[in-house]
Nanobody
Framework: VQLQASGGGLVQPGGSLRVSCAAS????????MEWYRQAPGKQRELVAS???????NYADSVKGRFTISRDNPKNTVSLQMNSLKPEDTAVYYC?????????????WGKGTQVTVSS
């Protein structure tokens, strides 16, 4: 199973950006999907999560600004980021728990850079 993230880039403060992640491979069941981020010199932190039935959870720092969504038939998860702040600058990683027919395993995407700067 592989996760491929896309959609990062440079945006001005107050702007919007959408990052997406597509999973491929032998996917029998896709459980929770999450977005994490890691800023320079900081630990990786959970930004948002979504269950297989669409229940969402957000870090306090992004509530009301970010929206996570998923498309189960396409095995994709997206993160719509609005009202971006410089402190949102980080590498964003998608993560998913997948049952491939043999085991449930955690998978990470390679990350996509999001830079918020004027």
């Amino acid at each position: 199973v592989q996760l491929q993230a896309s959609g990062g880039g440079l945006v001005q403060p107050g702007g919007s950006l959408r990052v997406s992640c597509a999973a491929s491979g032998n996917i029998i069941i896709m459980y929770d999907m999450e977005w994490y981020r890691q800023a320079p010199g900081k630990q990786r932190e959970l930004v948002a999560s979504i269950t297989s039935v669409g229940r969402t959870n957000y870090a306090d720092s992004v509530k009301g600004r970010f929206t996570i969504s998923r498309d189960n038939p396409k095995n994709t998860v997206s993160l719509q980021m609005n009202s971006l702040k410089p402190e949102d600058t980080a590498v964003y990683y998608c993560h998913a728990e997948v049952y491939d027919g043999l085991e449930v395993a955690r998978h990470w995407g390679k990350g996509t850079q999001v830079t918020v700067s004027s």
